[in-house]
């Protein structure tokens, strides 16, 4: 999984409040919907490294929809997250809205200590199903380095 972190969406926030999330047109939302509950997600931060993997608990939800629990009980993402402006310009646009889907994360990092080698997966799409060689061996790296035995 792609995780576009800048100011558009907040890395910090997506491990606080248990989420994955892409928006801004149907090409970095559509793949969002692949994803099904307990599907496991490696993420990636684009010329940072991996971050993180977790286990997704929900489907891809429209940012108008997706609900947290925030500081003050449940609430509506956009009324909670502050780091990052998560297309709220397309909040009512079902093809550039932001859309979000609810993980329970196993390992997380920062990204200053993000996970980034010379022959690592990587691909453009937010998210993807690997198939190659080239991904077994990635995630067998990952969960050496994360210090996990299995996920």
């Keep these: 999984m792609s995780f576009?972190?800048?100011?558009?969406?907040?890395?910090?926030?997506a491990v606080q409040y248990g989420f994955i999330c892409g928006g801004g047109g149907a090409w970095y939302s559509r793949t969002l919907q692949i994803l099904k509950p307990d599907d496991r997600v490696w993420v990636n931060v684009?010329?940072?490294?991996y971050v993180g993997v977790g286990r997704v608990?929900?489907?891809?939800?429209?940012?108008?929809d997706f609900n947290i629990i925030g500081p003050s009980g449940e609430a509506s993402v956009l009324d909670v997250?502050?780091?990052?402006?998560?297309?709220?310009?397309?909040?009512?646009?079902p093809e550039r809205s932001e859309w979000f889907v609810p993980v329970e994360w196993i390992k997380v990092v920062p990204l200053d200590q993000a996970v980034k080698e010379i022959g690592f997966f990587g691909?453009?799409?937010?998210?993807?199903?690997?198939?190659t060689?080239?991904?077994?061996?990635?995630?067998?790296?990952?969960?050496?380095?994360?210090?996990?035995?299995?996920?």
């Design 133 to 151: 060689p080239k991904w077994r061996s990635t995630v067998d790296r990952l969960k050496e380095r994360f210090g996990i035995a299995s996920a």
């Design 46 to 49: 684009p010329s940072t490294g």
């Design 57 to 64: 608990t929900g489907r891809a939800v429209q940012a108008a």
């Design 123 to 131: 691909n453009q799409n937010t998210v993807c199903k690997p198939t």
């Design 4 to 13: 576009g972190h800048s100011t558009t969406r907040s890395w910090a926030e």
């Design 81 to 93: 997250l502050t780091q990052g402006d998560y297309h709220r310009e397309f909040v009512t646009d």
